[in-house]
């Protein structure tokens, strides 16, 4: 289970689920039977037919899988210098910095000498063993495990991850499996029925119903996905799982929640499939995902910012920066521009931006349509690209990602990120760590600044000093306000 604690919590659960929108007479996908209904006597309006949802359920059920992921159980860590004495240091000794680390890094204690089990669902889209779920369902996992309706099990292969949208493809050895078929979120309303299938807390194909409560949701780690917010009960176990609409076709991947428990409380929230499809394509592809971006800073327009700036009513999304010699600086974009419009899609909230620039290709010519000074302008703007995290590809074992023999994926510091460390600071994030990096205790957000004592400043630097590395390697690793050196038996 991924948490995130707010006033409400935010949970991406180890499997969350997805909704879509219902159809009163639409038959069910694949050759299923039309779902019958029953009439129901709106007062004062039309019939309203109450949708079948069994059919749907019957109909996909087939195609819906339950994901196990394995990390292997993480060695107890020692320090690569020894304590006092200069011997190899104990995690029991007072005068070993490790212990300090630990307590810093929230792993104080002996870690527990078994493995660990996280489990979600997942979706096939291809009949040769293509399957979608979410990435935190299957991030830093040494071995996943799919089950099928039928109870077959295979051995999955990550063939790519995005943590940006939270999307993972998982590939099985298997020939002509059963699929589902996708629809439009586009054409999804609030208030039409959706129906999720899962497998909350391990019971395998859950079906779950509600309705669509929300469209282009907005949520802290979650900026570039337009999320579609449903009330149909996910749990822990429902990450990754499909969110179907009344005509039997998947609109969004269940991905997390809002709770004060921990459990479903009425706000569930699901990747739409668009979004996800596109992530599908391109790691497959090219195993990296492309993102355009404007380079500038947005906020929401306020009722009183409205009337400052003359606008009718709140709408667009306000400049509040903008990136010096960025794409949106050379279109002539200022601060104080409201954005009004981009590629002709209205921007009714400033949340409703950033997912619009980062679906375009890098490169792509588009008009802005901005207020300033009381009136419409059009601008020209040649999309920018955001730059990338390395991602998994195809053809590594389970959990590896680029980084090679550490089970790495790392980034330059950005140069908004060196202002905030400070002049000086010089390193590689992570932005995932698997295999050797997970068992080590490094996670996405750690800052790599030297192995084996020598700074890293570049990913090239990395891979030249792990090259001379033989059966481990020191990482000084820098996180909040601790730094320490983390020893990680090379793969």
Avoid at 111 to 139: W, Y
Avoid at 253 to 268: E, F
Avoid at 320 to 327: D, I, L, R
Wanted: aromatic content about 4%; hydrophobic content about 40%.
């Amino acid at each position: 289970m991924l948490a995130v604690s707010l006033l409400a919590a935010v949970l991406a659960v180890g499997g969350c689920s997805r909704t879509s929108e219902p159809q009163a007479k639409a038959p069910a996908a694949q050759g299923a039977s039309a779902p019958s209904a029953a009439g129901v006597q709106a007062a004062g309006g039309p019939v309203q037919a109450v949708p079948d949802f069994a059919a749907i359920a019957e109909a996909n059920k087939g195609a819906v899988v339950n994901i196990t992921s394995i990390v292997a159980a993480p060695r107890q860590m020692r320090l690569p210098f020894g304590g006092r004495g200069g011997g190899q240091g104990s995690d029991d000794d007072e005068d070993n910095p490790m212990n300090e680390f630990l307590r810093r890094f929230g792993m104080e204690g002996q870690m527990p000498p078994v493995p660990r089990e996280g489990m979600g669902s997942g979706f096939i889209v291809d009949a040769a063993g293509v399957i979608l779920t979410n990435a935190h369902v299957v991030e830093g996992a040494d071995e996943v495990r799919v089950k099928l309706a039928d109870r077959r099990e295979f051995k999955g292969k990550i063939a790519g991850l995005d943590h940006t949208t939270d999307i993972a493809v998982v590939k099985i050895e298997a020939k002509g499996l059963p699929t589902v078929k996708l629809g439009d979120p586009s054409k999804i309303r609030v208030g039409e029925w959706v129906l999720a299938i899962g497998s909350p807390f391990g019971f395998d194909n859950t079906v779950t119903a509600g309705i669509v409560s929300g469209t282009s949701r907005s949520l802290p780690e979650g900026s570039y996905v337009p999320f579609i917010q449903t009330d149909a009960a996910v749990n822990p176990g429902n990450s990754g799982g499909p969110l179907f609409n009344m005509r039997g076709e998947v609109i969004g991947i269940n991905s997390a929640i809002y709770s004060r428990t921990g459990g479903y409380m009425g706000l569930a929230f699901a990747i739409p499939i668009d979004v996800a499809k596109n992530v599908e394509d391109q790691l497959l592809k090219t195993g990296k995902v492309e993102r355009g971006r404007l380079g500038v800073g947005i906020q929401e327009v306020s009722a009183s910012l409205a009337r400052s700036f003359g606008l009718e009513r709140p709408q667009g999304a306000l400049v509040s920066t903008v990136e010096s010699n960025g794409p949106a600086e050379k279109a002539g974009v200022k601060p104080g521009d409201v954005i009004l419009s981009f590629n002709g899609k209205p921007i009714d909230q400033s949340s409703e931006l950033p997912p619009l620039v980062a679906q375009t290709k890098p490169g792509t010519k588009a008009e802005l349509e901005v207020w300033r000074g009381g009136k419409k302008q059009t601008l020209g703007v040649a999309v920018g690209e955001m730059k990338s995290e390395k991602t998994a590809r195809a053809g590594d074992k389970p959990g590896a990602q680029e980084g090679g023999k550490l089970g790495l994926a790392v980034r330059p510091l950005t140069p908004e990120e060196k202002k905030e460390l400070g002049g000086g600071v010089q390193g590689l994030v992570v932005e995932g760590a698997s295999g050797p990096a997970a068992k080590a205790g490094i996670r996405r957000g750690d800052l790599v600044t030297a192995v084996n004592g020598q700074p890293v400043k570049t990913v090239d630097e990395l891979r030249a000093l792990l090259e001379k590395s033989k059966d481990s390697a020191a990482l000084l690793i820098r996180r909040g306000d601790a730094t320490v050196f983390v020893p990680i038996e090379i793969g």
